[in-house]
């Protein structure tokens, strides 16, 4: 496996990271990466990680939505930024989000 091979290459110190990079072919912000999540009491370590989050903490609370989605419904010609305008002069009790 090239990543633990690049590892073990690092750890050994026979040569700094960046020529070590260029050895097996990576960048070095790659190759700290690397260093950097290595764990060496688990192998899965030097998988790729997933990209998307794991929480969202921005989702707006179920109250809320359920008002926007009133609004919606008692408004059926409104578009997302007539909603959003209303909501910032009629002074939500809420944070307005985008319009999108």
């Known amino acids: 496996m090239q990543r633990l ?12 990271v960046s020529e ?11 190759g700290y990466k690397w260093l950097q999540r290595f764990n060496p009491d688990d192998p899965a ?9 794991l929480t ?5 609370p179920a109250g809320i939505v359920q008002q926007l989605i009133d609004m919606r419904v008692q ?10 305008a209303w909501l910032i002069n009629h002074q ?5 989000p985008a319009a999108s």
Request: hydrophobic share 35%.
């Open 45 to 53: 370590s030097l998988f790729d990680q997933p990209r998307a989050r």
């Open 56 to 60: 969202h903490d921005e989702r707006l």
């Open 5 to 16: 091979d690049f590892i073990r290459a690092c750890h050994a110190g026979t040569a700094p």
């Open 92 to 96: 939500a009790s809420f944070d307005v």
């Open 75 to 84: 408004h059926p010609d409104w578009g997302p930024k007539k909603i959003r």
């Open 20 to 30: 070590l990079c260029r050895h097996f072919g990576i960048s070095r912000k790659t």
